[in-house]
């Protein structure tokens, strides 16, 4: 089936510090690949995404390259704000015609300033 | 332009009453969607409707009722609520076509709490 692994646990860092957050998938065909970030008592917001093998996208200051050979999707930023405490989640849709997203569990980054 | 809309913002229920969150979008989209986010396990998928007039299960449909009422608002029922249903549902829509995959758009969320 389709699933999204994200590393465990919550990343704690300091400001301007780099921030990689890792994100695997598994799925059946040609899966669409996004990055989702929740703000403190909000819904979810898209941040950036990829449709296609070596697609990169871009937002923000992130971003993430689709890499089909270690099906991998991970999320980076060089230069982290206090502003960018949030809840990231990797999504990927892989359900032709219904537009279904398949979420991992999340990732709590919290920058110190 | 609201987005999509959720209602009540928070409620709390005793084991066994029931209660239908509502949820509403004004961007036109096809597709809506309901999920429950819990700790340490992301988002899970309950119901979602792919076009007016249809609903299909998700992940956890189990305790769940949804209600497609016209092309903008997709409402979630809990007919008998449990413990386990305490979480933060979301609804969220987004256009839909075969060969395309377009984002979606979340509410802000409602906080259940079932005592």
């Known amino acids: 089936g389709n699933s999204v692994t994200q590393m465990e646990g919550p990343v704690t860092l300091s400001e301007e510090a780099f921030l990689t957050i890792n994100c695997t998938y598994t799925?059946?065909?040609?899966?669409?690949l996004f990055w989702y970030v929740q703000y403190p008592g909000e819904g979810l917001q898209l941040l950036l995404k990829?449709?296609?093998?070596?697609d990169k996208g871009s937002n923000k200051g992130f971003e993430a390259t689709y890499r089909k050979e270690t099906t991998s999707f991970h999320l980076e930023k060089g230069s982290v704000q206090v502003s960018d405490s949030a809840v990231y989640f990797c999504a990927l849709s892989a359900y032709y015609g219904n537009n279904r997203l398949a979420f991992g569990k999340g990732n709590q980054v919290v920058v110190i300033p | 332009n609201a987005g999509v809309t959720q209602t009540p913002k928070f409620q709390v229920l005793k084991t066994g009453q029931s209660m239908t969150l509502q949820c509403a979008q004004d961007?036109?989209?096809?597709?809506m969607y309901w999920y429950r986010q819990d700790p340490g396990m992301g988002l899970r998928l309950i119901y979602y409707s792919a076009s007016e007039g249809t609903t299909d299960k998700g992940e956890v449909p189990n305790g769940y009722n949804v209600s497609r009422l016209n092309k903008r608002e997709f409402s979630l029922r809990l007919e008998s609520a449990a413990p386990s249903q305490t979480s933060v549902y979301f609804c969220?829509?987004?256009?839909?076509?075969?060969?395309?995959?377009?984002?979606?758009?979340f509410g802000p969320g409602t906080r259940l709490t079932v005592t």
């Open positions: 969220a829509s987004s256009e839909a076509a075969a060969d395309v995959t377009y984002e979606q758009y």
């Open positions: 799925a059946t065909g040609y899966p669409s």
């Open positions: 961007m036109n989209h096809n597709s």
């Open positions: 990829a449709t296609k093998a070596d």
